[in-house]
């Protein structure tokens, strides 16, 4: 990943820019619309609380989301393990092959570990499944 690009937390006013990012990376379907009130209530209304949402941005504006929606399991003797599932990467073409998946995924990794996520979880599609092979994920 380049020096001049910055890895943070998402903010409320960043949403504008996130939607589209998300539309340019992820695309967008007539099933799928990359919306305000979808976004929120996937990652800002979760019964399970808010996702870990990470942004990188350089002095072009945002290049990359990074998203851990929250879960919770009740395992078989009843005890609660809180979770995240590794959901919604978007890395802006002109950022690809930068670093920028794996920087923010580590990020994300430390503030789910910091924030007393027992598990994480994942069900990764062609283009990010060698991402996390490469960072040891089985």
């Known amino acids: 990943m380049t020096s001049t690009m910055e890895v943070r937390?998402?903010?409320?006013?960043?949403?504008?820019?996130?939607?589209?990012?998300?539309?340019?990376?992820?695309?967008?379907?007539?099933?799928?619309?990359r919306t305000?009130?979808?976004?929120?209530?996937?990652h800002l209304a979760n019964p399970f609380?808010?996702?870990i949402l990470l942004v990188a941005e350089d002095s072009g504006g945002l290049v990359a989301l990074r998203a851990f929606m929250r879960?919770?399991?009740?395992?078989?003797?009843?005890?609660r393990l809180r979770c995240v599932r590794a959901v919604d990467t978007a890395t802006h073409p002109?950022?690809?092959?930068?670093?920028?998946?794996?920087?923010?995924t580590l990020e994300a990794v430390d503030a789910a570990r910091d924030d007393g996520t027992d598990l994480i979880?994942?069900?990764?599609?062609?283009?990010?499944?060698?991402?996390?092979?490469?960072?040891g994920w089985v």
């Open 71 to 79: 879960w919770e399991l009740t395992s078989p003797d009843g005890s």
């Open 36 to 42: 305000p009130a979808a976004f929120h209530w996937k």
């Open 94 to 104: 002109r950022a690809r092959r930068q670093g920028v998946f794996r920087r923010l």
């Open 9 to 33: 937390p998402y903010r409320a006013d960043d949403l504008p820019e996130v939607l589209d990012l998300l539309r340019v990376s992820l695309g967008e379907t007539d099933l799928l619309r």
């Open 121 to 135: 979880f994942n069900t990764p599609n062609p283009r990010s499944g060698a991402g996390y092979i490469s960072m």
């Open 49 to 51: 609380g808010p996702s």
